[in-house]
């Protein structure tokens, strides 16, 4: 397939951020997956969120914000593409269902895509 980064911007239209996008479930991928007739292709790839900053969907970063407290960015951010109404922040939490994050990460350096899978 072409290059990756047609399939970065075509998240970014979603989320209104730059960045690279990664997501828990391969269905939701799937949406964004290089298409050529009925084949289509899809990376699995390694990805270093390091300490992820949480933010809600449509919130506009071109970077992660900076940590409290420091003067260091967060590495990443992640997002839930079905979010519960909560007050807390973890990533972990309920507040991000496992299988719905998705985790985008600014630097190309944080990401080895391992395999490239082709499916119909």
């Not at 828990?24 to 300490?51: C, D, H, P, R």
């Not at 992660?64 to 990533?91: G, H, K, R, W």
Request: hydrophobic fraction near 30%; glycine fraction near 4%.
């Amino acid at each position: 397939p072409r290059s990756t980064q047609s399939r970065s911007s075509a998240a970014s239209d979603v989320y209104k951020r730059q960045g690279i996008y990664f997501a828990e479930a391969a269905s939701y991928s799937n949406g964004y997956a290089y298409q050529n007739g009925k084949t289509k292709w899809m990376f699995l790839a390694s990805v270093l969120i390091g300490n992820p900053y949480p933010s809600p969907p449509n919130s506009a970063l071109s970077r992660p914000p900076v940590m409290p407290n420091c003067n260091q960015l967060y590495d990443s951010v992640v997002s839930a593409n079905q979010i519960n109404q909560t007050n807390e922040t973890s990533v972990n939490n309920s507040q991000y269902p496992q299988g719905k994050r998705i985790f985008i990460v600014y630097d190309n350096d944080r990401a080895y895509p391992q395999y490239l899978i082709e499916f119909a």
